[in-house]
Nanobody, 125 residues
Framework: QVQLVESGGGSVQAGGSLRLSCAAS????????MGWFRQAPGKEREGVAT????????YINDSVKDRFTISQDYAKKTLFLQMNSLKPEDTAMYYC??????????????????WGKGTLVTITS
């Protein structure tokens, strides 16, 4: 049973920072694609950043690439998303997701196999 548990969400003012974490269990983590997706009210879920776990190769959505960084602690099966210079438009539920097999680029959310319950990020102006 694969479990993904996110933490680190919250409410911050515009310009602030947050660091999201995702702890994975029940999976080997190796040769996997781990990523962060977000969904704002009334909008489709979109990929924010993904990482091919074994290669350590990261992919970032162009809309956040200068502000967000994805990283991992491979040994601890933990994924991170460092978010800086946050904007009100970053307000969304952020989900950790995983799929077996690597990833090249940002996959569509529909191909991800496992999901966390999400953590809410609210940016106030």
């Amino acid at each position: 049973q694969v479990q993904l548990v996110e933490s680190g969400g919250g409410s911050v003012q515009a310009g602030g920072s947050l660091r999201l974490s995702c702890a994975a269990s029940g999976t080997t983590y190796s040769y996997g694609c781990m990523g962060w997706f977000r969904q704002a009210p009334g909008k489709e879920r979109e990929g924010v950043a993904t990482i091919f776990t074994d290669a350590g190769r990261a992919y970032i959505n162009d809309s956040v690439k200068d502000r967000f960084t994805i990283s991992q602690d491979y040994a601890k099966k933990t994924l991170f998303l460092q978010m800086n210079s946050l904007k009100p438009e970053d307000t969304a539920m952020y989900y950790c997701a995983a799929r077996r097999g690597g990833c090249i680029g940002l996959p569509h959310y529909s191909v991800m196999q496992y999901w966390g319950k999400g953590t809410l990020v609210t940016i106030t102006s």
